[in-house]
């Protein structure tokens, strides 16, 4: 049985409210946190091997000591970015985190901010989160009244407003950049790096931008310690993680589960297996933007940054779309890369101008009319992205396409005229 | 022209109070006249432009970049349904047909007598329990075309309904 890091509090009535938060733990380590050295933080959360559960997986110790300290900076604020954009498809865990537990995730803003030396952070969530805002502003006012947000925070001396702020609609707004620039006002455009925001972000200040789950996991760490946390996981991912699963299983959920755990023990004790009588086809271990795996690919995984790399994908957010044999993944790829059309923010040409075509031909193919050629011009399309955008959009706009016809070509060869 | 109307003068200065920078107010200033409207008719493009330091260009290119901004009114209850992968293995398309049945519009249209917009939307992030229903931003998850229908049922009265699946993480079937 896991200690849960992260899912402690699901289920525990009104622990979306203060009194029950604190009752259950939260909050209860902050005025020692708080009056640590800020780079004896930084060392705990580099020790405990914490990556960034958004999708990228970069150490969040090593992010945080990116930012210049003040003498290096100008004495130019820093900034601290919470990513609740959550728009991966497959995706769904932040969410769950956010209503639940809305009290861990600012007490893992004040922590972070304290080791960052940032004064005023913001929650950046996606537009379709209007009800989540609701329910993250009345725990920001609560903890506001707490004297845990705001002025001297528990008396420690150290000063942290955190407000929250909603996107309107806009995939790439949960690539960093892209939330920079929405968060000044602007389209939300990535910016070309280097400068990296840990240098040059928000305003032209040092900007941290880190993913919910990722800020959630940072105040057990420093209660419980780096090696408790590593005791979960594997040398490569310690800890644990938030696994969203989809698609054809007979409990789909949000499951936490320490790294390195096989794949079928998520999808047969956690996520209730398959449909009577059904076989796996395929999954997409870590959000539409990574690639699909075959069925023996993985009920042979498990699920962890080294594994996914052995077998050409990644973990990305932990978004698990499983598909069963009903599935048509012709169909299915031909629904991915019409996303991917309509959430191109349109700046690099590769991706503006190749996820247009990536999306027609698919549905053509899907449709059934379909030619043999249309399946070249497809790899031709997804091939000319990688590498070739501002962004990591490109990439995962064109790992679908590439890893669908690599590992299932006889589905689309089936369906394509001569 | 440029000066906030009154009833959303107040709102509008508390935000430019707390924003960074005026242009920073945009997202925010924008929601309000949303929230309050409906909608975002022209002659608040002036007030956020005042407001904001943004030049027009800037602005209807930031109007036009985010797919929530409304620059026409929509019907009392917008509907939006998700139809990205695992909705669309959920039942979205199902769903999607039927409401467009049952409201006699295509998808992007409102209804003659103005109560209701169908959209078909991406991905909303509930994954788990499609196909996923928005109205006016609350979220109905499983909505199941018998359950779409008492959905419209609350709505003619006026009510949204209870959403007894609100505080679940696991769904079994």
């Known amino acids: 049985m896991v200690v849960p890091v992260l899912t402690a509090r699901f289920g525990v009535p009104g622990a979306h409210t203060l009194e029950v938060a604190r009752r259950h733990g939260v909050y209860a380590d902050l005025g020692r946190v708080l009056a640590l050295d800020p780079g004896a933080v930084i060392t705990e959360v580099t020790a405990s091997g914490l990556r960034g559960r958004g999708g990228a997986g970069f150490p969040t110790g090593a992010k945080w000591g990116f930012v210049p300290p003040p003498e290096r900076r100008g004495n130019r604020p820093v900034h601290l970015l919470v990513n609740a954009d959550e728009s991966e498809p497959g995706t769904f865990k932040d969410r769950v985190l956010l209503w639940h537990d809305p009290h861990r995730v600012i007490e893992g803003t004040l922590v972070a901010a304290r080791a960052l030396g940032c004064h005023r952070a913001w929650i950046y969530l996606r537009g379709e989160f209007k009800f989540l805002q609701a329910r993250l502003d009345a725990a920001l006012a609560e903890a506001r009244a707490a004297r845990l947000v705001g002025p001297d925070v528990l008396g420690s001396g150290f000063d942290c407003e955190i407000a929250t702020l909603r996107g309107a609609g806009a995939y790439i707004c949960g690539e960093e950049s892209g939330l920079i620039e929405s968060v000044e006002g602007k389209k939300g455009m990535p910016r ?79 996520a209730g297996g398959l449909g009577p009588g059904r076989t796996l086809q395929a999954v997409i271990p870590g959000g539409s933007s990574v690639p699909v795996l075959t069925a023996d690919e993985a009920m042979g995984a498990t699920l962890d940054y080294e594994d996914m790399a052995r077998l050409g994908t990644f973990l990305g957010s ?26 191109s923010c349109g700046q690099c040409t590769p991706c503006r101008e190749g996820c247009g075509w990536m999306a027609r031909i698919a549905a053509r193919v899907a449709a059934g009319r379909g030619t043999v050629e249309d399946l070249a011009t497809l790899e031709d399309l997804a091939r000319a992205l990688p590498g070739r955008t501002i962004c990591a959009f490109g990439d995962a706009a064109a790992l679908p396409v590439l890893s669908f016809l690599a590992r299932f070509r006889s589905a689309f060869e089936a369906r394509v005229q001569p | 022209m440029s000066a906030w109307p009154d009833d959303l003068a107040p709102e509008a200065a508390s935000i430019l109070a707390s924003a960074p920078t005026p242009c920073a107010a945009t997202l925010p200033l924008l929601w309000l006249v949303q929230d309050q409207r409906g909608w975002i008719p022209d002659e608040a493009l002036g007030w956020v432009v005042a407001a904001t330091g943004q ?119």
């Not at chain 1, 993913?211 to 996981?233: D, K």
């Not at chain 1, 789909?252 to 047969?268: A, D, H, I, K």
């Not at chain 1, 012709?330 to 059309?341: E, I």
């Not at chain 2, 409102?110 to 928005?134: I, K, M, N, R, Y």
Request: proline fraction near 9%; include cysteine.
């Open chain 2, 55 to 173: 030049t027009l260009a800037q602005l209807e290119a930031v109007l036009s970049f985010y797919t929530m901004f409304r620059r026409a009114p929509a019907g009392r209850w917008v509907l939006e349904v998700c139809r990205t992968l695992s909705c669309e293995l959920a039942g979205a398309p199902r769903l999607l047909d039927h409401l467009q049945a049952r409201l006699g519009v295509g998808i992007g249209e409102t209804t003659p007598d103005g109560a209701f917009t169908l959209l078909a939307v991406e991905c909303l992030a509930a994954c788990g329990s499609g196909p996923v229903l928005h109205v006016n931003g609350v979220p109905y998850e499983r909505v199941t075309p018998e359950r779409a229908d008492d959905i419209l049922t609350a709505l003619c009265e006026g009510r949204l309904p209870e959403r007894p699946e609100a505080d679940a993480w696991s769904y079994p079937s």
């Open chain 1, 318 to 343: 932990g978004g698990v779309i499983v598909l069963d044999d009903t599935a048509d993944l012709v169909a299915a790829l031909a629904n991915l890369t019409r996303f991917y059309a309509h959430e």
């Open chain 1, 192 to 270: 070309i790096k280097p400068p990296y925001p840990a240098v040059v972000g928000a305003f032209g200040d040092p900007t941290v931008v880190q993913n919910v789950e990722t800020l959630a996991a940072v105040p057990w760490i420093l209660e419980h310690g780096a090696a408790a946390y590593r005791a979960f996981g594997t040398p490569a991912s310690p800890g644990t993680k938030l696994f969203s699963v989809s698609g054809h299983v007979r409990r789909p959920g949000v499951y936490e589960l320490p790294l390195g755990t096989p794949f079928p023990e998520l999808l047969q004790a956690h």
